[in-house]
């Protein structure tokens, strides 16, 4: 159906408006946004001069108006439109103002509509408003009596529209209020006064394994675990005993598997609870609104963290903060029971040979099977910490006396003398355990840890597998250690090393068949220091390469030096240190140091200890076969005093023995002249050459000389000396042979040698 042309008509004050079949709407000063605050009139009546009468009578600014004069025409237009208001006729052409009526209650429409008619009979009017009309004006009517009928029939209206959509508004509100309950990831529950359930949302199920039905009207404490009812119980067991706010508490709750709740089973949730007030005076606690998050995984990433943070990822002991928060806790309680403790500091001896040797897998295995050791001996309420590394800290609270730390320091060596089986073989592990007891050896936590590990320093130095109480002594002398420690790293700078050379002589022949370079080291403060001393600390600290370096460098430049001056020099020998002679570049180091210097190789010689063959043999035997086969010579320093294995000569390709300077210094001792003459036997059958040490006097060189022993280094010829002095050995060397000429002319004058 074609809906009727609608137009507005202006409506100036005061002007004659002429009555038109068409739309009125008078002209209005709102903005265009305000149409959705405009009520549409409907005026349905045969009478045209009425319906162009109502829009004047009836015009406001918010207000069009529709017309027609049948209710088919009505109806089509409704079937398109929406109103506000309808004005009615009570009898139409087409049919009766009720069967509009009719059809808007049919077609559930909430249009207003007032009936106007000519009837006067008082049951038109009732069955008007009985089918639905808002209001019934009986013709003739005065224009006041529409105007309120129409003002409070729209007004009516807008109030019924508010209603109607507060109502949807508040049921959209409380399904949206529903939906997120029910499908909250929470638990939210409510309780009564006696802290009963009243309420649970599904999540229950899910979190717990409850049906909801079976907790309602129990206590939520049925709930909580044994252990955190002391923390919940006064709160939600009597709810009316709550204060005014809201609070939050974590605490475990049961799981339901099974026919029962498991003892062991439960989660940990972050309760927040709002109590339930009252709007009277009195504001009472009648309930609690209840929201429990599960925080379980958050709970055990925290514990995670926080036990990474305090423990050794490798043993999982107690990691260095752990137990130095650990010490200062039992020093602040000894301190207030004036009573003692004591801490040990344990270091793996040799382990970075297990590392070097067979990986650091198998050393982490080794760390693991000894801290199972430790902590199997150890008392309860003992602290066993890894501090990393190979160093280990144990914490001995409540000591009576330094016995007891004794004891348990025996007990850890005892603990760990089995071998322990790795997968490569096994391995005996021992320790260097240093003690140090409170309040004695210190107050802090850090003088006592110190403490002890000077004192196992010096259980190292002793020969390991012991253990030692501190004493300031040991602290003094750690202290001078570091400042030896730190002057040694400059010493190569300032220049305060040097060479000294120590001729080794031929008695028979009376000559000078090589020289020896030893380092030395004038402190400027403490003046000479002993190599036996330095060397070792250059050792440990890692100078040693650098050091070394340094004296090759040295003896080759002082090598070139004599032979630009027409000196001719038999042989340079020079130490080398186990840490040296395992670089695995340790031979191109020394040919390319010979060849800067263009020196020939047969005048240099390479001494090393026993104890160097007895590790890695086949790297060793690879490096000795080079120095050999780029001409120089390899000799066995202190020989007699180590393993002296013929295997090992058999194995080795090295050029000469040099007897230690023990057995000379005793050469008048029963043992001394067979093993001499078993070493000089060992040099004949292996083609080797023989050099003695520390010939101080003419006894030890005549008995050495009858014992095939020929060549020579000790006192009686020379004790080391600067580069000047050796020099003028080298030019003079008969001068070497002038105390060993008295000695035999004195002998020979008193008819003491043949």
Same mark, same amino acid.
């Given at each position: 159906?074609?809906?009727?042309?609608?137009?507005?008509?202006?409506?100036?004050?005061?002007?004659?408006?002429?009555?038109?079949?068409?739309?009125?709407?008078?002209?209005?000063?709102?903005?265009?946004?305000?149409?959705?605050?405009?009520?549409?009139?409907?005026?349905?009546?045969?009478?045209?001069?009425?319906?162009?009468?109502?829009?004047?009578?009836?015009?406001?600014?918010?207000?069009?108006?529709?017309?027609?004069?049948?209710?088919?025409?009505?109806?089509?237009?409704?079937?398109?439109?929406?109103?506000?208001?309808?004005?009615?006729?009570?009898?139409?052409?087409?049919?009766?103002?009720?069967?509009?009526?009719?059809?808007?209650?049919?077609?559930?429409?909430?249009?207003?509509?007032?009936?106007?008619?000519?009837?006067?009979?008082?049951?038109?009017?009732?069955?008007?408003?009985?089918?639905?009309?808002?209001?019934?004006?009986?013709?003739?009517?005065?224009?006041?009596?529409?105007?309120?009928?129409?003002?409070?029939?729209?007004?009516?209206?807008?109030?019924?529209?508010?209603?109607?959509?507060?109502?949807?508004?508040?049921?959209?509100?409380?399904?949206?209020?529903?939906?997120?309950?029910?499908?909250?990831?929470?638990?939210?529950?409510?309780?009564?006064?006696?802290?009963?359930?009243?309420?649970?949302?599904?999540?229950?199920?899910?979190?717990?394994?409850?049906?909801?039905?079976?907790?309602?009207?129990?206590?939520?404490?049925?709930?909580?675990?044994?252990?955190?009812?002391?923390?919940?119980?006064?709160?939600?067991?009597?709810?009316?005993?709550?204060?005014?706010?809201?609070?939050?508490?974590?605490?475990? @709750? +049961? !799981?339901?598997?099974?026919? #029962?709740?498991?003892? =062991? *089973?439960?989660? %940990? /949730?972050? &309760?927040?609870? $709002?109590?339930?007030?009252?709007?009277?005076?009195?504001?009472?606690?009648?309930?609690?609104?209840?929201?429990?998050?599960?925080?379980?995984?958050?709970?055990?990433?925290?514990?995670?963290?926080?036990?990474?943070?305090?423990?050794?990822?490798?043993?999982?002991?107690?990691?260095?903060?752990?137990?130095?928060?650990?010490?200062?806790?039992?020093?602040?309680?000894?301190?207030?029971?004036?009573?003692?403790?004591?801490?040990?500091?344990?270091?793996?001896?040799?382990?970075?040979?297990?590392?070097?040797?067979?990986?650091?897998?198998?050393?982490?295995?080794?760390?693991?099977?000894?801290?199972?050791?430790?902590?199997?001996? @150890? +008392? !309860?309420?003992?602290?066993? #910490?890894?501090?990393? =590394? *190979?160093?280990? %800290? /144990?914490? &001995?609270?409540? $000591?009576?006396?330094?016995?007891?730390?004794?004891?348990?320091?025996?007990?850890?060596?005892?603990?760990?003398?089995?071998?322990?089986?790795?997968?490569?073989?096994?391995?005996?592990?021992?320790?260097?355990?240093?003690?140090?007891?409170?309040?004695?050896?210190?107050?802090?936590?850090?003088?006592?840890?110190?403490?002890?590990?000077?004192?196992?320093?010096?259980?190292?130095?002793?020969?390991?597998?012991?253990?030692?109480?501190?004493?300031?002594?040991?602290?003094?002398?750690?202290?001078?250690?570091?400042?030896?420690?730190?002057?040694?790293?400059?010493?190569?700078?300032?220049?305060?090393?040097?060479?000294?050379?120590?001729?080794?002589?031929?008695?028979?022949?009376?000559?000078?068949? =090589?020289?020896?370079?030893?380092?030395?080291?004038?402190?400027?403060?403490?003046?000479?220091?002993?190599?036996?001393?330095?060397?070792?600390?250059?050792?440990?600290?890692?100078?040693?390469?650098?050091?070394?370096?340094?004296?090759?460098?040295?003896?080759?430049?002082?090598?070139?030096?004599?032979?630009?001056?027409?000196?001719?020099?038999?042989?340079?020998?020079?130490?080398?240190?186990?840490?040296?002679?395992?670089?695995?570049?340790?031979?191109?180091?020394?040919?390319?140091?010979?060849?800067?210097?263009?020196?020939?190789?047969?005048?240099?010689?390479?001494?090393?200890?026993?104890?160097?063959?007895?590790?890695?043999?086949?790297?060793?035997?690879?490096?000795?076969?080079?120095?050999?086969?780029?001409?120089?010579?390899?000799?066995?320093?202190?020989?007699?005093?180590?393993?002296?294995?013929?295997?090992?000569?058999?194995?080795?390709?090295?050029?000469?023995?040099?007897?230690?300077?023990?057995?000379?210094?005793?050469?008048?001792?029963?043992?001394?002249?067979?093993?001499?003459?078993?070493?000089?036997?060992?040099a004949r059958g292996f083609e080797l050459e023989l050099v003695a040490e520390g010939v101080?006097?003419?006894?030890?060189?005549?008995?050495?000389?009858?014992?095939?022993?020929?060549?020579?280094?000790?006192?009686?010829?020379?004790?080391?000396?600067?580069?000047?002095?050796?020099?003028?050995?080298?030019?003079?060397?008969?001068?070497?042979?002038?105390?060993?000429?008295?000695?035999?002319?004195?002998?020979?004058?008193?008819?003491?040698?043949?």
């Amino acid at each position: 159906m074609m809906r009727p042309n609608k137009t507005s008509i202006p409506h100036p004050p005061g002007a004659m408006v002429t009555p038109t079949e068409h739309a009125f709407r008078p002209q209005s000063e709102a903005t265009p946004g305000s149409m959705a605050n405009t009520f549409r009139i409907l005026i349905v009546d045969d009478d045209p001069s009425l319906r162009r009468t109502f829009p004047h009578v009836l015009a406001r600014p918010d207000r069009i108006f529709d017309e027609c004069g049948t209710i088919g025409e009505a109806i089509a237009r409704l079937e398109h439109e929406h109103y506000a208001l309808i004005l009615l006729d009570y009898r139409l052409p087409d049919a009766n103002g009720l069967g509009l009526l009719d059809w808007l209650v049919e077609h559930r429409r909430d249009e207003a509509v007032i009936i106007i008619s000519g009837e006067d009979a008082i049951d038109a009017a009732i069955g008007a408003l009985r089918r639905g009309a808002d209001d019934y004006v009986r013709k003739p009517y005065h224009v006041a009596q529409l105007q309120r009928a129409v003002d409070g029939a729209l007004h009516k209206g807008t109030l019924e529209k508010a209603n109607k959509l507060m109502s949807q508004r508040l049921k959209a509100s409380e399904r949206l209020h529903r939906y997120l309950v029910e499908s909250s990831p929470d638990l939210i529950f409510t309780l009564d006064g006696a802290g009963r359930f009243t309420y649970l949302n599904p999540r229950v199920k899910a979190l717990l394994g409850y049906d909801r039905s079976a907790l309602m009207r129990r206590p939520f404490t049925t709930l909580v675990m044994p252990e955190d009812l002391d923390r919940i119980d006064s709160l939600l067991s009597q709810p009316s005993s709550l204060p005014g706010e809201s609070f939050n508490v974590e605490l475990r @709750l +049961r !799981r339901y598997r099974g026919g #029962a709740a498991s003892e =062991g *089973d439960s989660i %940990t /949730v972050s &309760l927040t609870g $709002i109590p339930m007030i009252t709007q009277e005076d009195d504001r009472r606690v009648v309930g609690l609104y209840g929201v429990a998050r599960d925080i379980s995984e958050r709970k055990r990433a925290e514990e995670i963290i926080s036990f990474q943070a305090y423990h050794d990822q490798l043993t999982h002991l107690p990691n260095r903060v752990l137990f130095k928060d650990r010490l200062e806790l039992a020093i602040a309680q000894a301190q207030r029971r004036t009573g003692a403790l004591a801490v040990m500091f344990i270091d793996v001896d040799r382990f970075k040979l297990v590392n070097d040797t067979f990986g650091h897998a198998e050393g982490d295995a080794l760390l693991r099977a000894i801290a199972a050791r430790l902590s199997a001996t @150890l +008392r !309860r309420g003992d602290t066993l #910490a890894r501090l990393g =590394g *190979d160093e280990f %800290t /144990v914490l &001995l609270p409540d $000591i009576n006396q330094p016995e007891d730390a004794e004891t348990i320091a025996r007990k850890v060596l005892e603990a760990l003398s089995p071998p322990i089986t790795l997968s490569q073989g096994q391995f005996r592990a021992t320790v260097s355990i240093g003690i140090a007891l409170f309040p004695r050896d210190g107050s802090t936590a850090e003088e006592l840890t110190r403490h002890a590990d000077v004192a196992m320093y010096q259980v190292k130095r002793s020969g390991k597998n012991a253990y030692r109480f501190f004493d300031p002594d040991l602290n003094t002398r750690h202290r001078d250690r570091i400042a030896l420690e730190n002057d040694l790293r400059s010493a190569l700078a300032r220049n305060e090393l040097d060479l000294h050379y120590q001729p080794q002589v031929s008695v028979v022949n009376r000559r000078i068949v =090589g020289l020896e370079a030893l380092l030395r080291w004038e402190h400027p403060v403490l003046g000479p220091i002993p190599p036996a001393t330095f060397v070792q600390v250059a050792e440990e600290v890692g100078l040693i390469g650098e050091i070394s370096a340094w004296v090759l460098e040295r003896a080759c430049a002082q090598v070139a030096e004599w032979h630009e001056a027409g000196i001719a020099l038999p042989r340079m020998s020079i130490n080398l240190s186990a840490h040296d002679f395992h670089r695995a570049n340790i031979v191109s180091t020394i040919t390319e140091c010979l060849g800067r210097h263009a020196l020939e190789p047969a005048q240099f010689e390479i001494e090393i200890t026993e104890s160097i063959m007895m590790n890695d043999t086949v790297g060793v035997a690879a490096k000795l076969r080079e120095l050999r086969s780029a001409g120089i010579s390899v000799a066995i320093d202190d020989f007699g005093t180590g393993y002296s294995a013929l295997a090992y000569l058999q194995k080795f390709p090295v050029s000469a023995l040099k007897i230690d300077r023990s057995f000379v210094r005793d050469l008048e001792g029963p043992m001394t002249n067979p093993i001499i003459s078993a070493i000089t036997g060992i040099a004949r059958g292996f083609e080797l050459e023989l050099v003695a040490e520390g010939v101080e006097n003419e006894e030890q060189a005549c008995a050495l000389r009858s014992l095939g022993c020929d060549v020579m280094q000790g006192y009686l010829f020379a004790r080391p000396a600067p580069a000047a002095e050796a020099h003028a050995w080298l030019l003079e060397p008969e001068q070497l042979f002038r105390t060993l000429d008295t000695a035999t002319q004195r002998d020979q004058h008193t008819g003491l040698t043949a």
